[in-house]
């Protein structure tokens, strides 16, 4: 069953936090299925990605474009895990389902702690997902640095 981890951002921009994220990601060879809310937020981070590492880029992938099943991260605006990703990270509100958690090791749920509508969404989806019993952490970087600050459902 997949822990469930809350990014609430209020000191680093999404661009940041996805690429550090994601590079902490592979630095594990996990594969990654980052869901989008729109085609154009999906091109923004596609292009964003190139330029963000270290590295100078992250290699990634779009969905249903060719080798999509070989992207080590794969952007989509879909819930099918078409990379085989261990790890599942929705930013923008993307809906999680609690079914849909089954098949990961880890789902990140990201979301910019500026925006109370995003507030809305994370608080909805902490409460759902964590009624069905799945295991989550909520992550606050208020201090500076990512804090665990609640838990629930923890073996």
């Not at 630095?27 to 154009?40: D, I, M, P, T």
């Not at 895990?81 to 079914?99: F, L, P, S, Y």
């Not at 990140?108 to 989806?125: H, K, M, S, T, Y």
Request: with cysteine; aromatic share 8%.
């Amino acid at each position: 069953m997949a822990e469930v981890y809350f990014y609430h951002l209020t000191r680093t921009s999404l661009p940041v936090t996805l690429a550090d994220l994601l590079a902490k990601c592979r630095g594990r060879n996990w594969r990654v299925l980052l869901k989008l809310s729109s085609a154009n937020r999906l091109k923004w981070l596609d292009d964003l990605l190139w330029t963000q590492n270290d590295t100078g880029f992250l290699a990634h992938g779009i969905a249903d474009r060719d080798r999509s099943d070989m992207q080590p991260v794969l952007l989509t605006l879909s819930d099918e895990n078409t990379n085989h990703a261990e790890i599942m990270m929705a930013v923008d509100g993307c809906d999680v389902r609690t079914e849909e958690c089954q098949g990961y090791q880890r789902v990140c749920v990201i979301f910019d702690g500026n925006d109370p509508a995003a507030l809305e969404v994370a608080r909805g989806q902490w409460k759902t997902l964590t009624d069905a019993g799945l295991p989550a952490k909520y992550w606050s970087q208020e201090s500076g640095n990512w804090q665990a600050k609640a838990q629930k459902n923890q073996p």
